[in-house]
């Protein structure tokens, strides 16, 4: 499949754009990470692909078809989205929460089936034994694991995370990207997800795409997108990259100094 | 869990919900018996006997006119009305609380019963109604429901402007219930006495005195405006988990919610029209809801109303076994139902019960 992104923009006010000029190309299946500092606009960009969010100029695509003209309905059965966290009011049980990715699809006949589904993701999620406990009670990464189990059972061609692994430690971090790694490969789905560690994004995405202020800064493979030259501009830190078994490294000496005007200002 | 095959995990879910139809069940059937119990209870001094026999007549030869008017005009009407106004405002309070993600959303607090009740003031008081040339009964349903859109409008637009905390949220409601409440105030300051009557005995929460024919729009009402607003459970349960979310999956958040805060405004009116403003059961019946069947709007919605109905028709026998003369039994409501609610809340542990 092909996601391509022409001349986008996205402002809440008329004065300071939060994206612009942003042009891309994907085409899958792969593995993408999105990095960028805080306020760069990644989420935005994400929201702009699956429509939460109405860009205020140019065209998203995706295998030729101009979003814009779809239902999100129909959106939502190509399009998956992960959230970095959960915020339900009255938690569903596990189940009803990953069901609830079933939407696009449903009919009221279709319960049998779309369990089936659902049953079948949770196993491969390794998460079957919580299916019928409430939400709210999971840890950290059982809701992370739970949100993308929902993203997936939308059955997407594009399944787009906003930082899965935030709230996760290392060893869950790890675990979370290995396994969008091979869920890209095996279910054949291009998976775009906002990253915050660049080393773990090194390690695994198969294509990078930098922001930096509100537009792509550098886009390519892990090797030629985290070059110190690039980290000091977008990151403003001080690194070194090294080779890692063919994979970027980034070891972080210093952060540029920084006035206090220029901090609030990010 | 561990090792279940896919058809055992597909029974397990199903066998779990047919307990939270359990719950439905049990309350309607408890609903349905205070219903019969109900009746023998009242102002009126006729035995238990009278009561029965006004019954089984009333079909056939009536052969006492005074038990068979006491029954069948103001005991059944009564009691029908407790059922009615019980679903209708405890349904209404799920679909808000869901739709504005705060479990303290109601159709009292939010100020939306005390829109509709103003509507009933201004046809009461000055004969003015939204479309003219009804009969009084409709005029004072549609009024109670064109006025209680004013307030949920407040909401709606409260609520959609960034990212408003749900403590605002209901300061803002209950702002909004302060400013019609006064608005009807004032009407009644304005108002000659025998209006001011009229609209003190329509409006004081009370489930007495009700018409046959406004039974009959009351339950007509609250039916179509349930039934429409369970059609959206599924689209409710994605409107709960959060805008973002909601849109992912492919639901339109802003018609799902123009849509139920109007059938909310609609079921609402339906009853205060005729009973007055009656708090507490939007507000407790649903929350209650929740901790037996947990937040799935297709459960939830029917279990809300099912409780609703059973708790204000126990609350209206209480208020009526208790004192003959009548309390409303929105006072008896709150006076039982609080202290239970509290204690509810205190010993629940975050799991549903059920």
């Given at each position: 499949?092909?996601?391509?992104i022409?001349?986008?923009?996205?402002?809440?006010?008329?004065?300071?754009?939060?994206?612009?000029?942003?042009?891309?190309?994907?085409?899958?299946?792969?593995f993408?990470?999105?990095?960028?500092?805080?306020?760069?606009?990644?989420?935005?960009?994400?929201?702009?692909?699956?429509?939460?969010?109405?860009?205020t100029?140019?065209?998203?695509?995706?295998?030729g078809?101009?979003?814009?003209?779809i239902?999100?309905?129909?959106?939502?059965?190509?399009?998956?989205?992960?959230?970095?966290?959960?915020?339900?009011?009255?938690?569903?049980?596990?189940?009803?929460?990953?069901?609830?990715?079933?939407?696009?699809?449903?009919?009221?006949?279709?319960?049998?089936?779309?369990?089936?589904?659902?049953?079948?993701?949770?196993?491969m999620?390794?998460?079957?034994?919580?299916?019928?406990?409430?939400?709210?009670?999971?840890?950290?990464?059982?809701?992370?694991?739970?949100?993308?189990?929902?993203?997936?059972?939308?059955?997407?061609?594009?399944?787009?995370?906003?930082?899965?692994?935030?709230?996760?430690?290392?060893r869950?971090?790890?675990?979370?990207?290995?396994?969008?790694?091979?869920?890209?490969?095996?279910?054949?789905?291009?998976?775009?997800?906002?990253?915050?560690?660049?080393?773990?994004?090194?390690?695994?995405?198969?294509?990078?795409?930098?922001?930096?202020?509100?537009?792509?800064?550098?886009?390519?493979?892990?090797?030629?997108?985290?070059?110190?030259?690039?980290?000091?501009?977008?990151?403003?830190?001080?690194?070194?990259?090294?080779?890692?078994?063919?994979?970027?490294?980034?070891?972080?000496?210093?952060?540029v100094?920084?006035?206090?005007?220029?901090?609030f200002?990010? | 869990?561990?090792g279940?095959?896919?058809?055992?995990?597909?029974?397990?879910?199903?066998?779990?919900?047919?307990?939270?139809?359990?719950?439905?069940?049990?309350?309607?059937?408890?609903?349905?018996?205070?219903?019969?119990?109900?009746?023998?209870?009242?102002?009126?001094?006729?035995?238990?006997?009278?009561?029965?026999?006004?019954?089984?007549?009333?079909y056939?030869?009536?052969?006492?006119?005074?038990?068979?008017?006491?029954?069948?005009?103001?005991?059944?009407?009564?009691?029908?009305?407790?059922?009615?106004?019980g679903?209708?405002?405890?349904?209404?309070?799920?679909?808000?609380?869901?739709?504005?993600?705060?479990?303290?959303?109601?159709?009292?607090i939010?100020?939306?019963s005390?829109?509709?009740?103003?509507?009933?003031?201004?046809?009461?008081?000055?004969?003015i109604?939204?479309?003219?040339?009804?009969?009084?009964?409709?005029?004072?349903?549609?009024?109670?429901?064109?006025?209680?859109?004013?307030?949920?409008?407040?909401?709606?637009?409260?609520?959609?402007?960034?990212?408003?905390?749900?403590?605002?949220?209901?300061?803002?409601?209950?702002?909004?219930?302060?400013?019609?409440?006064?608005?009807?105030?004032?009407?009644?300051?304005?108002?000659?006495?025998?209006?001011?009557?009229?609209?003190?005995?329509?409006?004081?929460?009370?489930?007495?005195?009700?018409?046959?024919?406004e039974?009959?729009?009351?339950?007509?009402?609250?039916?179509?405006?349930?039934?429409?607003?369970?059609?959206?459970?599924?689209?409710?349960?994605?409107?709960?988990?959060?805008?973002n979310?909601?849109?992912?999956?492919?639901?339109?958040v802003?018609?799902?919610?123009?849509?139920?805060?109007?059938?909310?405004?609609?079921?609402?009116?339906?009853?205060?029209?005729?009973?007055?403003?009656?708090?507490?059961?939007?507000?407790?019946?649903?929350?209650?809801?929740?901790?037996?069947?947990?937040?799935?709007?297709?459960?939830?919605?029917?279990?809300?109303?099912?409780?609703?109905?059973?708790?204000?028709?126990?609350a209206?026998?209480?208020?009526?076994?208790?004192?003959?003369?009548?309390?409303?039994?929105?006072?008896?409501?709150?006076?039982?139902?609080?202290?239970?609610?509290?204690?509810?809340?205190?010993?629940?542990?975050?799991?549903?019960?059920?």
């Amino acid at each position: 499949m092909e996601l391509k992104i022409e001349d986008l923009e996205f402002s809440y006010t008329a004065e300071t754009p939060v994206l612009k000029d942003i042009n891309l190309c994907l085409t899958g299946p792969k593995f993408v990470s999105i990095l960028g500092p805080n306020g760069v606009g990644k989420s935005t960009l994400i929201h702009c692909i699956n429509k939460i969010l109405e860009p205020t100029k140019g065209k998203v695509y995706i295998d030729g078809v101009d979003v814009s003209t779809i239902t999100i309905k129909e959106l939502a059965k190509i399009v998956g989205y992960v959230p970095y966290s959960a915020n339900d009011t009255f938690p569903l049980s596990v189940v009803d929460t990953v069901l609830m990715g079933r939407h696009p699809y449903s009919s009221w006949k279709s319960l049998d089936d779309d369990l089936k589904i659902v049953y079948r993701t949770l196993r491969m999620l390794g998460i079957t034994h919580l299916a019928m406990r409430p939400f709210n009670e999971l840890s950290a990464g059982q809701h992370q694991k739970v949100m993308l189990a929902r993203g997936l059972v939308q059955e997407p061609k594009i399944l787009l995370l906003d930082e899965p692994t935030s709230n996760l430690d290392i060893r869950h971090q790890i675990a979370v990207t290995k396994m969008l790694k091979k869920l890209s490969e095996e279910q054949e789905i291009l998976v775009i997800m906002i990253s915050h560690d660049i080393n773990i994004a090194a390690k695994y995405a198969d294509e990078i795409i930098m922001l930096y202020g509100g537009s792509i800064y550098a886009t390519g493979t892990p090797s030629e997108v985290i070059t110190p030259e690039n980290l000091q501009v977008v990151y403003e830190v001080e690194a070194r990259v090294e080779d890692d078994h063919g994979r970027p490294h980034v070891l972080l000496d210093d952060a540029v100094s920084m006035d206090e005007e220029e901090y609030f200002e990010d | 869990m561990r090792g279940l095959s896919e058809n055992e995990f597909v029974t397990d879910y199903r066998r779990g919900n047919h307990k939270k139809l359990l719950f439905v069940f049990v309350c309607s059937v408890i609903a349905v018996i205070t219903f019969f119990v109900s009746l023998f209870f009242g102002p009126s001094e006729i035995t238990a006997q009278q009561c029965i026999d006004a019954l089984m007549n009333h079909y056939g030869t009536i052969t006492d006119p005074l038990a068979d008017m006491v029954v069948w005009d103001i005991r059944i009407p009564e009691a029908c009305m407790a059922l009615i106004t019980g679903v209708a405002l405890a349904a209404g309070g799920a679909v808000m609380q869901t739709t504005l993600r705060n479990p303290l959303a109601d159709p009292y607090i939010m100020g939306v019963s005390s829109g509709a009740y103003l509507g009933v003031a201004v046809f009461m008081a000055f004969g003015i109604c939204i479309i003219p040339g009804l009969t009084q009964s409709y005029s004072i349903v549609i009024n109670a429901f064109v006025v209680s859109l004013v307030p949920m409008t407040v909401i709606l637009i409260a609520s959609s402007k960034g990212k408003i905390s749900s403590g605002k949220l209901i300061l803002i409601g209950i702002a909004v219930m302060y400013v019609f409440s006064a608005t009807t105030a004032l009407i009644k300051v304005l108002a000659d006495e025998e209006t001011l009557a009229e609209i003190y005995q329509w409006g004081v929460g009370s489930l007495s005195g009700q018409e046959w024919d406004e039974i009959g729009i009351a339950l007509v009402v609250t039916i179509i405006g349930t039934f429409f607003l369970a059609l959206q459970a599924r689209n409710l349960d994605a409107v709960n988990g959060g805008p973002n979310i909601a849109k992912a999956v492919g639901v339109n958040v802003k018609f799902v919610t123009l849509y139920s805060m109007t059938m909310v405004s609609l079921v609402t009116a339906g009853v205060v029209a005729f009973t007055g403003t009656i708090g507490f059961v939007g507000l407790v019946a649903p929350n209650i809801a929740r901790m037996f069947v947990g937040n799935k709007m297709k459960y939830l919605i029917p279990a809300s109303a099912a409780f609703g109905a059973m708790f204000l028709i126990i609350a209206d026998t209480i208020a009526k076994v208790v004192t003959p003369t009548g309390i409303p039994c929105g006072v008896i409501a709150s006076v039982v139902g609080g202290p239970i609610f509290v204690m509810i809340i205190i010993r629940q542990r975050k799991k549903a019960l059920l």
